[in-house]
């Protein structure tokens, strides 16, 4: 996808009320977004839908819904206050700030490009006589590439993770990164920088009061693990899953709904018997992305990328990576997250945070397994995905170009349209809002009798509803109207009291899960 696709979406995205800038009066406020009437809807949907694959399909996964503030202590011994940083680094010609290991990663993956480009090219040579394991160690710019990725991707992997800022610094003059804006290759030393927020409690001044905004969603889980447990008499394994807003007061916020400084997550930990944390990990990390595909997402747009860094908590870890118009990138993460989080607390706080096994008469500390998704990104990637601009018959048969968002029916914004023919006639305006009337307790409906019928059906295209009925003269004499399908353009005469069926069993959640 271009980066002029890209810019139509984001434009799109405003001109039909899906996302505005926050703040925007006051020029805005950098990394934070307002959803629109029809940014909340989907967004609610996605919820939806993610809720329903979790707790409602799932007699082990039970809702939580926790505080966004917490005990301090609690980020002490999550190791955020520690250890939740990202290594930032300025360009003494622009004075812009970056974030070093993305800058390192993109370059990296520079390098990468430059061999598969190379390896392409040869396959399309040789055709099915191709051997690329032969070629990546035979062909000797190829195998220069892929030895300067290795050796210098160890060099990055060892200083994340011993958190060696001048070494940082080292890999950043090795790969000859220059400063986008200047072009300068003088750069300030690395430092961290700490992402979470923090406000003060009451009218406690000093360390004592400071209070953080929750940067994952996870913790409030893992504090409450006793008492969901209890209370909804689970067994191991069993998940609890939440849905709310983190703060992130990133270096960079970026690429519209991508990098957000307040965004929403959807996390479900699962806790496992320790030892069998890895077979829950593979389950969880095929399961989740089968609820990616099941949107329709096409699977060329959908792909898994291992952690080569792991996060302070993590002994596996592995990202759902979607196809964004501005290239592959995280979209979910499924964690491996040991005992860390529920030991850490239990050591601080002096709670036991333990599980009695009734089969083997043993008390013990679980292990989790997390999953992580972004409601916005999961928004903007949907929003992507469905961004279509096609060439269409217009209502004289005449070729026309429409921009139409096909979302899956499920999560459309708006599902059905009610559009009489004229909008100075009293009987088809009334007969129309008869039928909304009747439908809108069932699914959101929209009314609209306002110019000519085909700007009607391409507004309704531009926010993706899938279904418009028209209700002309015919329909007063017999009660039928005119059904119309998003996608395919097919028209269909039925009677009216089939719309509430066949709009019902296009919009099903069911069909998500088939
Ligand atoms: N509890 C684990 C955790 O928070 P993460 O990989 O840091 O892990 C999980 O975040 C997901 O949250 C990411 O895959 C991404 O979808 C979303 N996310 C993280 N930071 C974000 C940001 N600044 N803006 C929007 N979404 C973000």
Not at 390 to 406: C, F, H, Q, Y
Not at 434 to 457: S, W
Request: aromatic residues 12%.
């Amino acid at each position: 996808m271009s980066a002029d696709l890209f810019k139509d979406i984001v434009s799109h995205s405003k001109e039909y009320g899906f996302i505005f800038q926050s703040s925007e009066i006051y020029d805005g406020l950098s990394g934070v977004y307002d959803y629109g009437s029809y940014g909340v809807e989907l967004k609610n949907n996605i919820k939806a839908y993610w809720w329903k694959a979790m707790v409602q399909n799932h007699e082990n996964i039970v809702g939580l819904d926790s505080a966004i503030m917490m005990h301090p202590l609690i980020w002490k011994a999550s190791g955020h206050v520690d250890a939740f940083n990202d290594p930032l680094v300025d360009s003494k010609a622009s004075q812009k700030r970056y974030r070093a290991d993305v800058m390192i990663e993109e370059a990296l993956e520079k390098i990468m490009a430059k061999a598969d480009k190379e390896i392409e090219k040869a396959r399309k040579r040789f055709g099915d006589a191709f051997d690329e394991n032969k070629y990546k160690t035979e062909n000797p710019r190829v195998a220069e590439y892929i030895q300067q990725y290795n050796t210098i991707n160890q060099k990055f992997v060892d200083a994340m993770g011993k958190g060696d800022m001048p070494a940082l610094k080292a890999v950043i003059e090795e790969l000859e990164i220059a400063d986008p804006v200047s072009g300068s290759r003088e750069w300030t030393d690395v430092r961290q920088f700490n992402l979470m927020f923090h406000t003060q409690l009451g009218n406690i001044a000093g360390e004592e009061g400071k209070l953080y905004l929750r940067p994952e969603t996870a913790q409030g889980i893992f504090v409450n693990f006793l008492n969901v447990q209890k209370t909804t008499r689970q067994k191991l394994p069993f998940g609890i899953a939440q849905i709310g807003k983190a703060f992130r007061n990133e270096i960079i916020a970026r690429q519209f709904i991508f990098r957000m400084r307040e965004f929403e997550q959807m996390e479900m930990q699962y806790f496992v018997q320790p030892g069998t944390e890895m077979e829950w990990y593979n389950y969880w990390k095929e399961t989740r992305m089968k609820w990616h595909r099941a949107l329709g997402t096409p699977e060329s747009k959908l792909r898994f990328h291992d952690h080569e860094n792991l996060a302070h908590y993590a002994n596996a870890a592995v990202d759902v990576q979607f196809d964004f118009p501005f290239g592959f990138k995280e979209l979910e993460g499924v964690h491996s997250r040991t005992d860390f989080d529920l030991r850490s607390h239990q050591e601080l706080s002096g709670k036991k945070l333990q599980y009695f096994d009734p089969e083997t008469n043993e008390s013990y500390v679980p292990y989790v397994v997390e999953t992580s998704v972004g409601l916005d990104r999961m928004f903007l990637a949907l929003l992507s995905n469905a961004y279509t601009e096609e060439n269409v018959p217009d209502a004289d048969g005449k070729d026309s170009t429409r921009i139409v968002l096909k979302f899956h029916p499920a999560l459309a914004p708006v599902k059905c349209a009610i559009l009489p023919l004229l909008k100075n006639n009293d009987d088809l305006t009334g007969l129309a809002r008869k039928i909304f009337d009747d439908l809108k307790f069932n699914f959101l409906c929209q009314y609209d009798e306002k110019d000519a019928i085909g700007r009607r059906y391409r507004r309704q295209d531009a926010i993706g509803t899938p279904y418009c009925v028209t209700i002309d003269h015919q329909s007063l004499e017999d009660q039928t109207v005119t059904i119309r399908e998003r996608d395919t353009l097919k028209q269909e005469r039925i009677h009216m009291s089939k719309i509430r069926e066949i709009v019902a069993d296009g919009i099903d959640f069911r069909h998500l899960f088939a």
